[in-house]
T-cell receptor
Framework: EAQVTQNPRYLITVTGKKLTVTCSQN?????MSWYRQDPGLGLRQIYY???????DKGDVPEGYKVSRKEKRNFPLILESPSPNQTSLYFC??????????FGPGTRLTVT | RKEVEQDPGPFNVPEGATVAFNCTYS??????FFWYRQDCRKEPKLLMS???SGNEDGRFTAQLNRASQYISLLIRDSKLSDSATYLC?????????FGTGTRLQVFP
């Protein structure tokens, strides 16, 4: 089954404690992306990757890092989380058709 | 001004009704548009693509008006299961821009 998986699905953490949200896709897509979704602001792109070892900033990259060492994985790293990073995070991948497949989401709360 | 704008709703309609949403976009260079459906606290899923003059898929019809820079989504014979948030998405130079969504609530 074609899918994008994310872990963890829910996370409550404290300010400053480094965390990683993993993302994996099994569709051999070259393009992967991370979004955050906040009430009234819609989906905003954090980082994206066009291929292995190629990453670029989206609209709201501050406070986040990513890496793309393998085609299937695209982890999102928060080196020092802050309360304003409390949000719903989605990973997505797509091929040339631009139909994005989204992961199930990670609900992050930073206290 | 947001690049893709939608009326947040909610649109409350009875089963069987026809409902239409509009979405406006500000960048005339946007190449393609899409409608995604998002259920509460779930991931968005592609509903349909909108190319050139639009397309139809069962009860759903999407139209693109480049002159007025808006996209519409028409849902006929609404079902309870159509209750969701509908996201308008524009594509501009490999970048997808998401609207904030229009919430639809279909009641019995």
């Amino acid at each position: 089954e074609a899918q994008v998986t994310q872990n963890p699905r829910y996370l409550i953490t404290v300010t400053g404690k480094k965390l990683t949200v993993t993302c994996s896709q099994n569709m051999n897509h070259e393009y992967m992306s991370w979004y955050r979704q906040d009430p009234g602001l819609g989906l905003r792109q954090i980082y994206y990757s066009m291929n292995v070892e190629v990453t670029d900033k989206g609209d709201v990259p501050e406070g986040y890092k990513v890496s793309r060492k393998e085609k299937r994985n695209f982890p999102l790293i928060l080196e020092s989380p802050s309360p304003n990073q409390t949000s719903l995070y989605f990973c997505a991948s797509f091929a040339s058709s631009y139909e994005q497949y989204f992961g199930p989401g990670t609900r992050l709360t930073v206290t | 001004r947001k690049e893709v704008e939608q009326d947040p709703g909610p649109f409350n309609v009875p089963e069987g009704a026809t409902v239409a949403f509009n979405c406006t976009y500000s960048n005339s260079a946007s190449q393609s548009f899409f409608w995604y459906r998002q259920d509460c606290r779930k991931e968005p899923k592609l509903l349909m693509s909108v190319y050139s003059s639009g397309n139809e898929d069962g009860r759903f019809t999407a139209q693109l008006n480049r002159a007025s820079q808006y996209i519409s989504l028409l849902i006929r014979d609404s079902k309870l299961s159509d209750s969701a948030t509908y996201l308008c998405v524009g594509l501009n130079t490999d970048k997808l821009i998401f609207g904030t969504g229009t919430r639809l609530q279909v009641f019995p």
